[in-house]
């Protein structure tokens, strides 16, 4: 489904991949960087490296607002990269202003990757970079979803429903969807 059209004119391509916690980004986005022999940059993981902490030792030693100023930091970085990327976006990042702003002038194409919440609390139970659905992952992915849903909206180009499909199948709808050259694309 089409969301919105992309302000992005720089000549290399950056993919970006939003949405909820459990949603695919990271596997996707993976997949979809191996075919178009794009780099592959997570946000989480940028964070991680930086600072030499794992997300759940930046949200228990420094707390979420620190974490939340890394992460823009972190995509800011990423924007910067002149090779063609894929940006797997963590879940959060886009509930600042200025996140979306960035995301939105710097992508080719942003996809919000969606699933119903129990695809979602099924995909999530292994993770331990996910604190904030210690407690109550069903509760709080039901939230998230009502406080989020608007700002991935804004700034979607498409939307992509991965719950039923293979990463395979969504990695090729991604292609699809963004026009992405088939030229660009390592044929296996
Ligand atoms: C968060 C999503 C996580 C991670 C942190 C907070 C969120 O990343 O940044 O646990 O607020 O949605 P993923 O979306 O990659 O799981």
């Known amino acids: 489904m089409k969301v919105t059209s992309s302000s992005q004119t720089q000549t290399n391509s950056l993919i970006v991949l939003i949405g909820l916690m459990g949603s695919g980004k990271t596997s996707v986005g993976r997949a979809l960087a191996k075919k178009l022999n794009f780099k592959f940059v997570d946000s989480d993981e940028l964070v991680e490296k930086t600072v030499k902490l ?3 030792e930046i949200f228990v030693q ?6 939340r100023r890394l992460e823009s ?23 600042r202003q200025e996140n979306r702003t960035l995301l939105k002038d710097h992508a080719k ?26 407690a109550d992952p069903v509760g709080q992915l039901n939230q998230m979803r009502i406080d989020r849903e608007s700002l991935y909206q804004q700034i979607a180009t498409y939307k ?20 992405l050259s088939v030229a660009q694309a390592v044929v296996n």
Do not use: Y
Not at 62 to 67: I, L, N, R
């Open 109 to 134: 194409c942003v996809v919000w990757l969606d699933a119903p919440t129990s695809t979602l609390v099924g995909r999530t139970g292994r993770a331990k970079h996910r604190p904030l659905l210690d």
């Open 62 to 67: 420094m707390g979420e607002v620190e974490f």
């Open 54 to 56: 794992s997300v759940r």
């Open 160 to 179: 992509i429903a991965t719950g039923p499909f293979s990463v395979a199948d969504v990695v090729n709808q991604v292609i699809e969807t963004c026009e």
């Open 73 to 95: 930091s972190a995509l800011a970085e990423a924007c910067r990269f002149t090779q063609s990327t894929v940006l797997a976006v963590a879940g959060g990042a886009i509930l």
